[in-house]
T-cell receptor, first 110, second 112 residues
Framework: QKEVEQNSGPLSVPEGAIASLNCTYSDRGSQSFFWYRQYSGKSPELIMFIYSNGDKEDGRFTAQLNKASQYVSLLIRDSQPSDSATYLCAAGGATNKLIFGTGTLLAVQP | DAGVIQSPRHEVTEMGQEVTLRCKPISGHDYLFWYRQTMMRGLELLIY????????DSGMPEDRFSAKMPNASFSTLKIQPSEPRDSAVYFC??????????FGPGTRLTVL
């Protein structure tokens, strides 16, 4: 069974710190990886996607991919209370189908 | 663009009743996805369509669930008969090929 694993958390970080969210996937055929943010009671919204090994930066967010280790991470610099949400990692293959992890709850303490 | 539209936003029904959830994807998106989200199982893909054709329904839990997409701007997910364990938030999402999926606001279903 193709799986995407995440620690459920909660991950608690102080305001201004770096939050590190991690994800592993089982299907070596996965080609694309997505991080979605979901506020309580709302729908998921895309933060970043990454296809190639290495780092991809967008503002305060950096996605990291290591295909050899089947590992994806999301770093949030200068964390803000508004970043408090559940972060969903998803892996996609040749089709548009995504497999989602169960999400990590992030709590940024003021 | 209005984004993905789902209705109803909330549905409360009794066990054994038929439930129909509706979705209007973003115009021009070829792919439409139905997901179910629960605390225990997270976000699960139930079925997805490409150009109105069902491509993968392996996530549909059982025969009580069915989905249709009669045209490019409308899809339904039906549960008949409904059971308490079907209580969840059901999301519809749409995308262009190879692009991000945009999620609708979801339908919170409660089966008593």
């Amino acid at each position: 069974q193709k799986e995407v694993e995440q620690n459920s958390g909660p991950l608690s970080v102080p305001e201004g710190a770096i939050a590190s969210l991690n994800c592993t996937y089982s299907d070596r055929g996965s080609q694309s990886f997505f991080w979605y943010r979901q506020y309580s009671g709302k729908s998921p919204e895309l933060i970043m996607f990454i296809y190639s090994n290495g780092d991809k930066e967008d503002g305060r967010f950096t996605a990291q991919l290591n295909k050899a280790s089947q590992y994806v991470s999301l770093l949030i610099r200068d964390s803000q209370p508004s970043d408090s949400a559940t972060y969903l990692c998803a892996a996609g293959g040749a089709t548009n189908k995504l497999i989602f992890g169960t999400g990590t709850l992030l709590a940024v303490q003021p | 663009d209005a984004g993905v539209i789902q209705s109803p936003r909330h549905e409360v029904t009794e066990m054994g009743q038929e439930v129909t959830l509706r979705c209007k994807p973003i115009s021009g998106h070829d792919y439409l996805f139905w997901y179910r989200q629960t605390m225990m199982r997270g976000l699960e893909l139930l079925i997805y369509f490409n150009n109105n054709v069902p491509i993968d329904d392996s996530g549909m839990p059982e025969d009580r669930f069915s989905a249709k997409m009669p045209n490019a701007s409308f899809s339904t997910l039906k549960i008949q008969p409904s059971e308490p364990r079907d209580s969840a938030v059901y999301f519809c999402a749409s995308s262009r090929p190879g692009d991000e999926q945009f999620f609708g606001p979801g339908t919170r279903l409660t089966v008593l």
